[in-house]
């Protein structure tokens, strides 16, 4: 196994990298990956990858009105929802990435204590 490649959980402030340079820069994942030391390109793909589907699904639900994803996932199924295009969705995802990374960081910035 290669030292170098960092096998940690992605941070926040990760995650907000790709989404932002994946809108950015589209599938250039080479071009990502330079800019997150110790992560592979498959790491990063993958990693996009997850976040999308869950993105997609949260506002499949949201434009849903529907109480559970079991039934947006049926109604989906028989087109009566309407698509959830790849902007709305990067825009989606960085947004509520951009929160929890503020998030962490006023906190941060609130325990100078010592």
């Known amino acids: 196994m290669n030292p170098s490649i960092n ?3 992605f941070t926040e402030r990760e995650d907000l990298i790709i989404l932002t340079k994946r809108k950015q820069i589209g599938n250039r994942w080479s071009e990502i990956v330079k800019n997150l030391p110790g992560r592979t390109e498959n790491q990063v793909k993958n990693r996009f990858n997850c976040l999308h589907k869950k993105a997609r699904d949260e506002l499949v639900k949201k434009k849903s009105s529907l109480k559970n994803m079991e039934d947006a996932l049926k109604q989906i199924e028989h087109e009566a929802v309407q698509e959830v295009d790849e902007e709305e969705i990067l825009t989606y995802m960085i947004e509520e990435k951009s929160k929890v990374v503020s ?8 325990n100078n204590d010592f």
């Open 7 to 9: 096998r940690e959980p």
């Open 103 to 110: 998030s962490l960081h006023d906190t941060m910035d609130g």
